[in-house]
């Protein structure tokens, strides 16, 4: 599977739109991008994901580039709730094993 | 959502003992789970896939008589840790794979449990 590279760190306003972004330079034809978080000291939670296409569902946008070596992660409206660390993997198939890499540290100030 | 679910979610044990901790997928069957292993600081690594029915696949560098992985229902995985050491202290996290109406597969994760080795 194709490595990710993520800022270790961001912060961000409550209430303003937050932007992750993810390069997966290597990234295959067949690969997905997934986006997870972990709230510290609980297990990750899936967010989102896309093959090619721009994807929004009721958590977050995901938004990959036309050569698909990047992608970013947009939380509309960030609360408190959202810090945490969010994962970019890429990944050939849709059930196998996730690796993880270091992630974004994502924090939300009042 | 689906839920999967862990027990004990914490655990303090003396050293040379077995743990066994438990996943569960709540609400649905898992042919497949996984086990991921957290360290304070750092992100998580995968150790083992385990699969209903056949032995578990383990990550390289993972003891597999260390870490006993049983399958033995579409419900349930367990994880044993066997003569723990105070290495062995970590946050560790199953996840199990849904596949969907929609044909698509989806994995979801448990709440994680927290060994603690004396």
């Known amino acids: 599977d194709a490595k990710t590279t993520q800022p270790t760190s961001m912060d961000c306003a409550e209430g303003r739109a937050a932007n992750l972004p993810c390069n997966h330079s290597t990234i295959s034809g067949n690969e997905y991008v997934y986006w997870y978080r972990q709230i510290h000291s609980q297990g990750p939670q899936y967010i989102i994901h896309g093959l090619k296409n721009n994807e929004t569902n009721e958590m977050a946008s995901l938004i990959i580039t036309e050569d698909r070596k990047s992608s970013t992660l947009i939380l509309p409206h960030a609360t408190l709730r959202d810090t945490a660390v969010y994962y970019c993997?890429?990944?050939?198939?849709?059930?196998?094993?996730?690796?993880f890499g270091a992630g974004t540290q994502v924090v939300v100030t009042p | 959502g689906a839920v999967v679910s862990q027990h004990p979610s914490w655990v303090i044990c003396k050293s040379g003992t077995s743990v066994k901790i438990e996943c569960r997928s709540l609400d649905f069957q898992a042919t497949t789970m996984f086990w991921y292993r957290q360290f304070p600081k750092q992100s998580l690594m995968l150790m083992a896939t385990s699969n209903e029915g056949s032995k578990a696949t383990y990550e390289q560098g993972v003891e597999k008589d260390k870490f006993l992985i049983n399958h033995a229902s579409l419900t349930l995985s367990t994880l044993t840790v066997t003569s723990a050491h105070p290495e062995d202290s970590s946050f560790y996290i199953c996840?199990?794979?849904?596949?969907?109406?929609?044909?698509?597969?989806?994995?979801?994760f448990g709440p994680g449990t927290r060994l603690t080795v004396t």
């Open positions: 993997i890429v990944r050939a198939d849709s059930w196998g094993k996730l690796q």
């Open positions: 996840s199990a794979v849904l596949l969907t109406l929609a044909r698509t597969y989806e994995q979801y």
